[in-house]
Antibody
Framework: EMQLVQSGTEVKKPGESLKISCKGSGYTFTNYWIAWVRQLPGKGLEWMGVIFPGDSTTKNSPSFQGHVTISADKSISTAYLQWGSLKASDTAIYYC????????????WGQGTMVTVAS | SSELTQDPAVSVASGQTVRITCQGDSLSNYFASWYQQKAGQAPVLVMFGKDTRPSGIPDRFSGSGSGNTASLTITGAQAEDEADYFCNSRDSSGDHWVFGGGTKLTVL
């Protein structure tokens, strides 16, 4: 079964750093882009950026550029989303999703990681 | 423009047909994909390309597009179709993606 499994819920304070993960299985992880998507409480989906695990090429939304870092470790089929200094406004659910180029769509989604940033 | 616009909310009587639309300049060049998100769950791909359903998606879901507008139609809506629906497509650069604001579908 093809799936993406994300790391668990995080509760952090403003200014702290954080790295959440997304592990792929059931398919060749290095062959497909992985996207990160933010969902603020009660709001819609926002595309943050993508990474190609095969060579770690990234494409980042200008809205998130400079505040988060997308990376991957192909040896363990895992993609990451990282913050150097969290803000309260980063409180959200973060999803990873596989991009399938033949469909030009995000066909497999992780279960989401809830991140709460509060003092 | 890199934006995709959706109606915030739509309602349909059970068994009737509903169309959810998505407008954006980039849709003249790229197909939209559609995602269903039920309360407390991750999004699920329900439509992509010209009119293609992933395996497991009921055939009451169909897709279409014309000019800068893409549509997701549910023919014979069921109670289990009540959810938020998001469209997605590439932006005008072709190198980034953008989601519409989402449409909350209520099945009466």
């Amino acid at each position: 079964e093809m799936q993406l499994v994300q790391s668990g819920t995080e509760v952090k304070k403003p200014g702290e750093s954080l790295k959440i993960s997304c592990k792929g299985s059931g398919y060749t992880f290095t062959n497909y882009w992985i996207a990160w998507v933010r969902q603020l409480p009660g709001k819609g989906l926002e595309w943050m950026g993508v990474i190609f695990p095969g060579d770690s090429t990234t494409k980042n939304s200008p809205s998130f550029q400079g505040h988060v870092t997308i990376s991957a470790d192909k040896s363990i089929s895992t993609a990451y989303l990282q913050w150097g200094s969290l803000k309260a406004s980063d409180t959200a659910i973060y999803y990873c999703a596989r991009f399938y180029p033949g469909d030009d769509a995000f066909d497999i989604w992780g279960q989401g990681t809830m991140v709460t940033v509060a003092s | 423009s890199s934006e995709l616009t959706q109606d915030p909310a739509v309602s349909v009587a059970s068994g009737q047909t509903v169309r959810i639309t998505c407008q954006g300049d980039s849709l003249s060049n790229y197909f939209a994909s559609w995602y269903q998100q039920k309360a407390g769950q991750a999004p699920v791909l329900v439509m992509f390309g010209k009119d293609t359903r992933p395996s497991g998606i009921p055939d009451r879901f169909s897709g279409s597009g014309s000019g800068n507008t893409a549509s997701l139609t549910i023919t014979g809506a069921q109670a289990e179709d009540e959810a938020d629906y998001f469209c997605n497509s590439r932006d005008s650069s072709g190198d980034h993606w953008v989601f519409g604001g989402g449409t909350k579908l209520t099945v009466l």
